[in-house]
């Protein structure tokens, strides 16, 4: 048997900064093992930090785990209610993983590992059993589904920082060592939701279906009717055709091509294809079949991406370019470049003059010596950076609104990257080029130049490591251009967006503009006239029927299911159309790696099944408006301000009064602290 | 890892009274060989009583004819010293100390290191070079004084003048310690501050020792070194301050002998200026602030609180203090180092450690909280910071890059 593709695993490349830390630990544990009970919380605030230096390294929930018995000795849990784990109730888990105190997040983590430990037979605890620890943390993986595979929301990376990604790493340990069997139907689900968003990164996902899988495969694991659905997410991986249905490797698979006639290479082809299109996921065998192809027929090559007619028309049409773009850039590791490349193709963009020039500039680009570095640290070195730079490239003009953030205050630029893949594809790859062969992007505001090299700061403080290749490298020079628009606007009456937005995105961002906030108080103003107008540029039913022909820069007040204000965040809004059931709704790319989003107040936002393209979110038109804040519309074109129904402007004011306008009433309504709005919103 | 038993207490060993209330102290008493009894104010009594702490209420505020009730007390209970955490309680021990010892001079010692003042006449009478000093009790005295300093170091009118440090006689560390540089700023002084001791500013390498003090001989002695003054100090000391250790060594030993103190602890600060002179700034017969003890215990692995009360108690014997203490500067693990934060702007909403000192490979800690109140209080004096920040490792120039690179960031924004 070769090498198979699952599961792969992590390298030990940070052991002895885990080593380190661990031995702080054990100093920090110790140091309070011998405390007295009335001192011991004079040794807790050290055995926390070292507790979460320890967490956030490779390996140390495995460690901290293995540590649980001693540090619950120590009287790690003294004095709390985490002290008699045997009335512990994990409902309330979740409260506490989410909880905005660093420490009570811990506490709360460090009682689950603990948890494991007595599950695994590890610790034996006189007061609970391994039987009732295993059932515990079931129900704890359970009621905090979210955890296990989508990153921070917005809400949770303002509200709990870097504790956000610890959460999520604590349950992808927890999943793999308590197995998923009692959340197997709900954990499906939602890999499925988050698959008909289409995302770019589908690593996380890929993760978590790994691992169901090697959970399966054991054979003491009975699992009756839980998880239909699984089999087609498993197999769209590792097994999805006749020919690699056991997972036998690469190598193996290749073999078995060679030995294959036309028919049978048929049926792999047309195997894989429904795979990729009715997931989304991209088996590495598939990689390896498109490669092999590449030397038989452009029937079958069609027939592997499952294009449609524009898709094979387009590669006929650009042969040579295509087979180059499949060699370079379609290996065994960057096979979801084979879903970006079948959706260039049915685009059709290649069909737009400059794009096949600019791609054949971007097979042969030389990279600079800082691009490849910033490559090869966030994706290893196989294959080249260059063809992970070109995968990525594939995926983005292919899945325009599968862009995410990752776990970056950086929407602007996400939305930016976005906009420009969905729009205006030949400015994209241009940008790409100057970044990544001369480190350097120069954007014109107002007719001054700025450079991305000389800004000193952009709205992140850290360079991303959690993003696609092309948003890798780009972003953090968007960013800083986009943070120094913003300084130049610094002293301007109103809202700098006013500006930045046209001058950043480009020329069809329209001119006009209006916010609902005052700048200066965070109090709502004009709120009547902000909406009438929204209706009037967007609602086809009050602008002439006319459909939106530019995706548009939008600012939304992100609220949390409590409909609480969060912050401000960049979307785009896509177009306005009926869905369905006769709703009008706005449909809308959230730069979020999940637009799936309660915003609380009965406002859900839908991400499917109500007319939604992938990676499209949408609520009906009122419940968006509720949420807007900032938009762009064309001033020359006026709509029927009038006609717009008093009840629906009304009914729309109650949903802000309700969520984030409660506290922003103009003065001689309630009163409430100004909120920090001349920040940019992130 | 088991908990730990209740240590059996050595009634051959002699029996100790803390005076202040240190929750570190006790808690490092309460697992160690030696009978003990806490003297603190009555707000304490309560907690002791839940905790079975040995206790004894006493106002070290209140200063009347019942003061020897205190000695009497604490002497009928069989205990042997008193031990001063704070320095409020430094003359408390040596009242007492001096009745339980029969000592009447150790009433005086403890009168000497309680005023700064007459701390420095006496360590200038002991061949201890010290600055140039004198007392205020107005600020015309500190006008003349500053002008003197100045005239002495050749200024012309119009030179920026050398600053002159304000200190009060009786108060710990760098509380009410000011420092002067123009006449205007000698108004900024409220009254309530006077009478205060004057210093002439000498520029040089500060730094702190920690000694412990028994049978007239230094048992341990640590040398602190200071990165910034009121804002970070490490501990032990790089090699080109350790390399001063013979001379500081001797330095202490004419400070024990001018004081004439026989045992205990004690914390004196020098200045070592760039041609290898030392002089002698202030010394304290108490604990030092900033959490030194806590450094000592993460580098060297020794309680010093336990440390005190060997050194203190008149039972402990040669072997058992030799045993106790660790050799200086080679038996660490490690350099631990603390910094003081303090806003570094005006208004500030939150609390919000740097990711880079909390990526940093020494960096184990923090006792920072969530700021109570949006403005900032203008910093008068040195000031009291919001809260330590813990360091660790294992160079010590790292250690000091990293304390200095601190002051740069914002923990509170």
């Given amino acids: ?682 | 890892m088991s908990k730990p038993e209740p240590v059996r207490r050595n009634p051959e060993k002699g029996y100790v009274a803390v005076l202040g209330w240190s929750l570190n102290a006790v808690e490092a008493l309460d697992r160690f060989d030696r009978r003990y009894v806490v003297v603190a104010p009555d707000w304490a009594e309560e907690y002791c009583e839940e905790h079975d702490i040995p206790y004894v209420s006493w106002n070290f505020e209140r200063l009347n004819d019942r003061s020897l009730e205190i000695a009497e007390t604490l002497q009928k209970m069989g205990v042997d010293v008193a031990i001063p955490l704070y320095e409020e309680t430094v003359e408390w021990a040596g009242a007492i100390n001096s009745v339980l010892m029969g000592n009447p001079r150790l009433l005086g010692q403890a009168m000497l290191l309680r005023d700064k003042a007459l701390m420095k006449r006496r360590a200038q009478l002991g061949g201890i070079r010290v600055g140039i000093f004198e007392e205020a009790h107005d600020r015309d005295d500190v006008i003349r004084f500053l002008k003197r300093v100045n005239q002495t170091l050749l200024k012309l009118d119009g030179d920026p003048s050398d600053p002159i440090h304000l200190k009060a006689f009786d108060k710990a560390g760098c509380l009410g310690h000011r420092v002067i540089r123009t006449p205007d700023e000698v108004d900024t002084i409220p009254d309530e501050e006077f009478p205060v001791l004057m210093e002439s500013h000498l520029d040089g390498w500060e730094f702190a020792v920690e000694a412990w003090v028994f049978n007239g001989k230094i048992r341990f002695l640590n040398i602190s070194e200071y990165v910034t003054l009121g804002y970070s100090v490490f501990v032990p000391a790089t090699p080109e301050l350790e390399k001063f250790r013979p001379q500081i060594t001797r330095q202490i030993e004419k400070l024990i002998k001018a004081f004439e103190i026989d045992f205990g602890f004690i914390h004196p600060e020098y200045f070592v200026t760039s041609d290898g002179e030392m002089y002698f700034g202030e010394v304290a017969y108490r604990p030092p602030g900033f959490k030194v003890f806590e450094l000592l215990e993460r580098a060297y692995g020794f309680n010093a609180y336990q440390a005190l009360v060997l050194a203190f108690d008149p039972k402990t014997t040669e072997e058992e203090i030799d045993a106790f203490f660790p050799r200086e500067v080679v038996d660490a693990r490690g350099h631990a180092g603390c910094f003081g934060v303090y806003p570094r702007r005006r208004v500030v909403s939150e609390l919000s450690i740097p990711e880079e000192t909390e990526d940093h490979d020494y960096f184990e800690s923090h006792e920072l909280s969530a700021p109570l109140e949006e403005t900032v209080t203008k910093r008068t004096a040195f000031g009291t910071h919001w809260g330590l920040v813990y360091f660790f490792g294992d160079d010590p120039h790292a250690m000091r890059g990293l304390l200095k690179r601190q002051e740069d960031l914002d923990f509170y924004v």
């Fill in chain 1, 1 to 682: 048997m070769g090498n198979p593709v699952n599961p792969r695993e992590n390298d030990p490349s940070d052991d002895a900064t885990l080593t380190k830390r661990l031995a702080a630990l054990d100093d920090a544990t110790h140091a309070m093992a011998e405390a007295r009970d009335f001192g011991k919380h004079l040794r807790l605030r050290r055995l926390l930090d070292s507790l979460r230096r320890v967490l956030v390294q490779p390996g140390g929930f495995a460690a901290v785990q293995a540590r649980a018995a001693d540090l619950e000795e120590a009287g790690l849990f003294h004095g709390t209610d985490w002290a008699t784990p045997e009335v512990l109730v994990p409902a309330l888990c979740g409260a506490g993983l989410q909880s905005e105190n660093a420490d009570t997040v811990l506490m709360e983590a460090v009682s689950e590992l603990r948890m494991l430990a007595i599950a695994t037979g590890e610790y034996a605890h006189p007061n609970v059993s391994a039987e009732d620890a295993h059932q515990f943390l079931s129900q704890v993986l359970a009621t905090n589904m979210a955890l296990l595979f989508t990153p921070p929301s917005e809400a949770e990376r303002v509200k709990q920082g870097r504790m956000a990604q610890l959460t999520r790493d604590l349950f992808r340990h927890l999943g793999e060592n308590v197995g998923f069997e009692s959340v197997l139907d709900r954990l499906v689900e939602e890999i499925w939701r988050i698959l008909r968003q289409r995302p770019i990164q589908v690593e996380q996902v890929q993760h978590l279906i790994t691992q169901i899988a090697i959970f399966r495969s054991d054979p003491d694991v009975e699992l009756g009717s839980a998880g239909q659905g699984v089999d087609r997410l498993i197999s769209s991986l590792y097994g999805t055709t006749e020919a690699c249905r056991e997972d036998p490797g690469v190598d193996v698979y290749r073999s078995r091509l060679e030995a294959m006639d036309a028919n049978a290479l048929q049926y792999e082809a047309a195997g894989f294809a429904r795979a990729m299109h009715d997931t989304g996921l991209v088996s590495p065998y598939h990689a390896e079949l498109l490669r092999f192809l590449l030397d038989q027929s452009d029937y079958l090559l069609a027939e592997a991406m499952g294009l449609s007619s524009t898709g094979r028309d387009c590669m006929l049409r650009f042969h040579d370019l295509v087979h180059r773009l499949i060699e370079e850039a379609v290996h065994p590791q960057t096979a979801q470049a084979v879903y970006g490349l079948a959706l260039l193709l049915d685009r059709g963009i290649l069909y737009q003059p400059p794009v096949a020039p600019a791609l054949w500039r971007q097979i042969a680009l030389p990279l600079s010596p800082y691009a490849q570095e910033r490559l090869t640290l966030a994706y290893g070195t196989t294959p080249s950076p260059r063809a992970r730079l070109l995968s990525g490239v594939l995926s983005i003009l292919g899945l325009p609104l599968g862009v995410g953030q990752g776990d970056n205050p950086t929407c602007q630029s996400a939305r930016a990257l976005s906009m420009w893949a969905y729009n205006d594809p030949d400015y994209l790859l241009q940008v790409l080029v100057w970044v990544a062969r001369d480190d350097e992007i120069i954007m014109h505001f107002e007719g001054q130049s700025i450079s991305s090299r000389d800004s000193i700061s952009g709205v992140a403080t850290t360079l991303p490591t959690d993003l696609d290749p092309v948003s890798l490298i780009v972003v953090p020079h968007l960013d800083r251009i986009y943070a120094e628009m913003g300084r130049r606007c610094v002293g301007r009456a109103g809202d700098p967006h006013r500006w930045v937005n046209p001058e950043f995105h480009g020329w069809w961002s329209a001119r006009g503009f209006r916010i609902n906030v005052d700048v200066e108080t965070g109090k709502l103003v004009d709120l009547e006239e902000f909406l009438r107008h929204f209706y009037a540029a967007y609602h086809p039913r009050y602008n002439g029927d006319q459909p939106l022909i530019h995706p548009q820069p939008g600012g939304v007040a992100v609220t949390d299911s409590a409909a609480r204000y969060v912050g401000w965040h960049a979307i785009t809004i896509l177009r306005v159309a009926r869905d369905p059931q006769d709703v009008t709704r706005v449909y809308f790319y959230n730069p979020n790696n999940d637009s799936g989003q309660d915003w609380g107040d009965g406002v859900v936002v839908s991400t499917a099944g109500n007319g939604e393209r992938f990676g499209e979110g949408s609520l009906p038109f009122e419940q968006f408006a509720s949420r807007l804040y900032i938009y762009h519309f064309d001033p020359l074109e006026r709509g029927d301000l009038e006609r717009v129904p008093d009840d629906e402007i009304d009914r729309i004011i109650g949903y802000i009064r309700r969520s984030w306008g409660a506290d922003r009433l103009p003065a001689g309504e309630l009163q409430a602290s100004p909120e920090p709005s001349t920040r940019p919103p992130d």
